[in-house]
């Protein structure tokens, strides 16, 4: 008899345990689930309004151009560029005279570069002016890492690309490529952040029809035999019109086809090839995705956006109605703008934020802070956050 209960005392404690065994990983689902519906409520989570958190006058003539460097800015005119803040408070000034400046920002370094001039100033992280110039007029310019400078100049033969050190006070001019006139017309080009590389699109006329030749030159030992030329590639049914560097081993392309990715400076091959018949309205990249605007050809959704990670792989994909003029990939945020609209994608396709701004909008700018922009009107520059 004293066995019997003891079997059924067992039998019960071991149920008991299964049970609450069973109600724990139970409650663990729920609460899980619950935090993933939190979460995702959370990121999805749409916004149609903001509260302006600062505002600052801005302390120019709205001939200005600016760029977002952190949470403060870069102001450039034809006369000079300086960093300021969101009160417009000046951090740092240079002072220039060009016809038609062009800024470009990589690491602590600042290149302007006077396009169809023959100057250009660069600024370190201490906003020491250094000025370079050259013999022949400037058509496009990329700056590196450490600081290097690539030009594409312009001679009344063939162009060239030119790669400087202008710290150097002995010799600037480190390397000299000539461009092939066989390669056709050059029409861009790009410094890797490195600056051991350099990658640039022509166009030529082939049977009498456009094409592009993309060639890849690399400083290293590897190019020192050979032009530094160390691969080229035709893309005869598309053409190749920008290239931006997204790490030191690895560029896109961008065509009026599609884009393509090429990994491996020293050996390049291409890894992405990306084709699309639409018309192509936008494109954007950032260090981990990549996406296009395309024109449907509807009136009511006029426009398709698909994104695609590093590998090639289609994240997203998704229509949208809204009409822009800028549109910029933030991270993980797709920050879009007209004269009195902007908005924010989530990678995903969620319409996160979407406003309309009746003083105007000039600029649209993402803080490092959660939920909180920068929005620029003619006069002011307002620091924002979502509601």
Request: hydrophobic share 35%; charged share 25%.
């Amino acid at each position: 008899m004293s066995e019997e209960i003891n079997t059924s005392e067992l039998k019960k404690s071991i149920w008991h345990n299964r049970m609450f065994i069973v109600i724990c990983i139970a409650s663990v689902i729920v609460a899980v689930g619950i935090f993933i519906l939190l979460v995702n409520g959370y990121i999805n989570k749409r916004y149609t309004g903001y509260e302006v958190l600062k505002e600052g006058q801005r302390q120019d003539a709205g001939a200005e151009k600016y760029l977002t460097c952190g949470d403060n800015f870069v102001k450039y005119s034809k006369d000079g560029i300086s960093g300021v803040d969101i009160n417009g408070k000046t951090l740092w000034t240079g002072s220039y005279e060009m016809s038609n400046p062009v800024v470009v920002m990589q690491g602590q370094y600042i290149l302007v570069a006077d396009i169809g001039g023959k100057d250009a100033v660069i600024y370190n992280g201490k906003h020491e002016a250094t000025e370079l110039s050259v013999d022949y007029e400037i058509k496009q310019a990329d700056v590196s890492g450490q600081g290097l400078v690539a030009l594409l100049l312009e001679d009344t033969s063939s162009d060239m690309i030119n790669i400087y050190n202008p710290y150097d006070v002995s010799s600037k001019l480190l390397v000299k490529i000539p461009t092939n006139v066989d390669d056709g017309y050059t029409v861009c080009m790009a410094i890797s952040p490195d600056g051991t590389s350099v990658v640039a699109s022509y166009i030529c006329i082939v049977e009498g029809n456009a094409e592009s030749r993309v060639v890849f030159y690399n400083f290293s030992d590897v190019g020192k035999n050979s032009d530094c030329i160390v691969g080229a590639k035709n893309y005869q049914k598309a053409l190749v019109t920008d290239a931006h560097f997204l790490s030191d081993d690895q560029v896109v392309l961008f065509s009026d086809r599609g884009f393509y990715v090429w990994k491996g400076m020293k050996q390049p091959k291409q890894i992405i090839q990306k084709k699309v018949r639409q018309n192509i309205k936008s494109v954007f990249y950032g260090k981990d995705n990549i996406g296009m605007v395309l024109e449907t050809g509807k009136k009511k959704i006029p426009y398709r956006m698909e994104i695609y990670n590093l590998k090639g792989t289609k994240i997203s994909s998704f229509d949208f109605a809204e009409d822009y003029n800028d549109i910029t990939l933030f991270g993980n945020e797709i920050l879009f703008r007209s004269a009195k609209e902007c908005g924010i994608f989530r990678l995903n396709g969620v319409l996160r934020f979407h406003a309309t701004v009746e003083e105007g909008i000039d600029y649209f700018f993402r803080s490092s802070k959660r939920n909180r922009y920068y929005l620029f009107n003619d006069t002011a520059i307002q620091e924002i956050k979502l509601r």
